[in-house]
């Protein structure tokens, strides 16, 4: 083999080796690239600008104001019954309104008072199941008395599992509420803490029954096995469901309540939920995150999941109680601009009926907290716009909501727990 045919081979098998280079360049190259297209269809990216998702909208109430249930059935939930389900039906035997799940109902309970006479308390309780043509379902957790503490046990709570019995009649508003899930196919995380798991109950079910082929995970922390409720339930349905995923997470179990961690559908942790557990357990995919549970879970887990970088409009919540959650993009920031309070103004807030007068700023959360922050006591139920039990007239200026409310306020008033003010305002409390 002469000279020239041995550089002949050695330039080829360089060009070769060239070709095989920019061949698997290419090829990872297309890789990537489909997987781009495949992530920005499941994040909704549209290559119309213009083009928008459909809304999801509740359905129509299907009676106004109050309206007369009876108890068909009442079951304890869990090993110690300080959970109780209530299965409602219309005494009027007429079509119940259809929900979205995680949606709630509203109560006015005639409880008794210490005197001996009725009080009406107003209460909301999330629907615990799916929806069903035939009865709505409650799931209701007693209410201690803090230890020692003055506050009185939960007045409502007590009542509904000390003296409504099946047979029972209980005023109920039709169902309402901004926190739902949506009626897409894209991969979906709940996260429930302590009673926290009823809407998410009605989520899953929903889910499971509409959506068999949809991922969901659902995170489940109470502190021990005896909080929890519905347990069989859950892990039958995540025997019977590949696409169901069930983690228990426990922060401080009791002996053997972990040893079912090496068998059957579900998985127990010792620990709160937590990113670094969705990190570790998640795969990489565009979840939306439903959370509901106590203002101290929030507060840590909300901010925590956009720090990892999930998008705001992929993370919903709801609390039990009044919450404060930080967020990147407040309320404040994306409203329009004749109703932004600009950072550093100050506002003017009189309650008349008190004769009270303080100055709101923003960040200093709605009117509800604001008045309850200065020992103004207001009636209140959701907490969400739902129960019209804050409802307040206002006898001058005007507020912004942060929120359209569910319960349409009178005119000339507001839902002091889903507004702020908008200019210097008075009101009758």
Known sequence: MTSLYLSLWIAGGILLQIAIYLGIGFWRHWQGYRALRNVAAEFQISVNPGATPEEIQAP?????????????????????????????????GKPLAAFLPGQFLTFKLGVPSPTGESQSVIRCYSLSDAPNPSHYRISVKRAPAPFASQIPQGVSSNYLHDHIEVGSQLQVR????????DHSDAPVVLIGGGIGITPMLSMLNWCLK????????????????AELV?????????????????????????????DGHRT?????????????????LLP????????????????????????????????HFEAFGPASIPRKNSASATRA?????????????????????????????SLLEFAEGHGIVVSSGCRAGGCGSCQTSIRAGEVAYTQAPDFDPEPGSCLLCVCTPKTAVTLEA
Not at 239 to 258: E, G, I, K, V, Y
Not at 274 to 279: E, G, K, M
Request: net charge neutral.
């Open 60 to 92: 129509t109430a299907e009676w106004p104001g109050y309206r007369t249930f009876y108890v068909k059935r009442k079951a304890p939930e869990g090993t110690t019954g300080q959970v109780c389900s209530f299965y409602l039906v219309p005494e009027d």
């Open 284 to 315: 990489l995919k565009p979840y939306h995150y439903y959370l509901c549970g106590p203002t101290p879970m929030l507060q840590s887990l909300v901010p925590a999941l956009e720090e990892w970088g999930v998008p705001d409009a992929r993370i």
């Open 264 to 280: 059957g559908p579900a998985h127990y942790h010792h620990s709160r939920v937590n990113v670094a557990l969705l990190r570790h």
């Open 210 to 225: 509409e959506q068999p082929g949809r991922e969901v995970w659902l995170f489940y922390g109470v502190r021990n096995s």
């Open 337 to 365: 601009p004749s109703q932004r309070v600009d950072k550093g103004d100050a506002v003017m807030v009189t309650f008349a009926k008190s004769g009270k007068q303080a100055t709101w700023e923003p960040g200093m959360g």
């Open 174 to 181: 039709a169902p309402a509420g901004h926190f739902h899930i």
């Open 230 to 258: 519905m347990q069989t339930s859950l892990k039958d349905l995540a025997a019977q469901h590949q696409n169901f995923h069930l983690h228990l997470c426990m922060s401080a179990p009791q002996a053997n309540d972990l």
